[in-house]
């Protein structure tokens, strides 16, 4: 056995000179070398037409046998004087291509090939799925770029979605401020009980439209006294401080009242720690409890909270010290729903952009 090199052209599979006959239109020829893709034939083969495909038949001598292997060749280059024809093997069979493939590997690594071995290999199938190719998987074809394009957006909105809600988070830690409060009126009327007794009926609901010497409570006193509280103008009963069967003292409030045409506003509570964010002129939101779109306002006062006259001896050393938040809303509300609860949400974002531009350009 003799292995070719050539070093002008590289082969895809080494040519080897091992006795090999060759049988082309009758004729019989020792193949002057074969490889596992084609073989060369000696000068008085030819010459042969380029691009011609012929029926060949391959014998292979073993040591006690030898192996007859038909198989189809195209013509590569015809030969001439020196040079036999090229031919290369083409419509190959798998189980060809691996007989091929283990004698040239037995006469390269010198193993005595015994005819059990060819029947062995004839036999079996040792092929596995090939792999896909590198440019092929690297570009891809309109599907795999539209998964590719339909991935990479899809990072990207979620990525952005992360950005907004931790910038959204950051902001309103820093710039919003909430609370709750109470849909009131600057013009509100409290009435308050005249003496000491039960509340034998409270005959007005808030909420309702009453006129002047309307009555809206029965008191009894322990004597047995029974006086009528009535209303002092013709206003809407905003809300009740007491309910029937409560024992009241005298000048306890007992309602309150607001007039017609009493411009709303949301008074809210907040400890002085947290009210020191809040500015007067800040943007305000007021949320409903029944989930009606929130309504916008703008914090028009921010004071210290007054001592509520009702209470026994005010606020005590142990209450922390509470600031008193008044918004205006930017659209009139029914008067019947002054007493309302509501969400007061207080962002201090445009101020704190205003002053940014302010220094900027100073």
């Keep these: 056995m003799q292995l070719i090199h050539e070093a002008e052209v590289q082969r895809q599979h080494p040519r080897l000179r091992i006795p090999v006959s060759v049988e082309l239109k009758g004729e019989r020829y020792e ?10 034939l000696p000068p008085e083969a030819g010459p042969l037409v380029r691009g011609a495909r012929h029926d060949l038949v391959l014998r292979i001598p073993f040591n006690d046998f030898e192996m007859s292997l038909p198989i189809k060749a195209e013509v590569k280059h015809g030969g001439g004087e020196t040079l036999g024809p090229g031919l290369c093997f083409t419509d190959v069979t798998r189980r060809q291509q691996s007989f091929l493939q283990y004698v040239v ?12 071995d060819v029947f062995d290999v004839a036999a079996r199938d040792a092929f596995v799925p090939s792999r896909p190719d590198g440019a092929a998987k690297a570009g891809g074809g309109a599907k795999a770029r539209f998964k590719k394009v339909v991935g990479l957006t899809l990072l990207t909105i979620v990525g952005l979605s992360c950005f907004v809600f931790v910038g959204t988070s950051i902001a309103e830690r820093t710039f919003v401020t909430e609370a ?18 039960l509340v034998r009926s409270l005959l007005v609901a808030p909420g309702t439209d009453v006129t002047e010497d309307t009555v809206l409570a029965v008191i009894e006193s322990e004597l047995g006294a029974v006086r009528l509280v009535q209303s002092p103008c013709n206003c809407v009963l905003a809300t009740t401080y007491i309910a029937d069967g409560e024992y009241v003292n005298v000048n306890q409030a007992l309602v309150g009242m607001t007039p017609d045409s009493a411009a709303q506003v949301v008074v809210a509570q907040l400890p002085l720690e947290a009210a020191r964010h809040v500015k007067p002129g800040d ?7 029944d989930g009606r779109q929130s309504v916008a306002g703008t914090v028009e006062r921010v004071k210290a909270a007054s001592i509520d ?4 001896g005010g606020r005590s050393f ?17 008067v019947s729903e002054i007493g309302q609860p509501v969400a007061l949400r207080i962002s201090s974002i445009s101020r704190t952009i205003n002053a940014a531009t302010a220094l900027l350009k100073e």
């Design 318 to 334: 142990n209450t922390p010290a509470l600031a008193r938040i008044e918004v205006s809303l930017s659209e009139d509300l029914p």
């Design 31 to 40: 193949a002057s070398n074969i490889s596992v893709s084609g073989l060369g």
């Design 309 to 312: 006259p009702n209470s026994y």
């Design 180 to 197: 709750a409060g109470t849909l009131s009126s600057r013009h509100s009327v409290v009435v308050r009980a005249p003496l000491a007794g």
């Design 105 to 116: 590997n037995g006469y390269l690594s010198g193993q005595m090939i015994r005819a059990g």
């Design 283 to 289: 943007d305000a939101f007021v949320d409903f409890l």
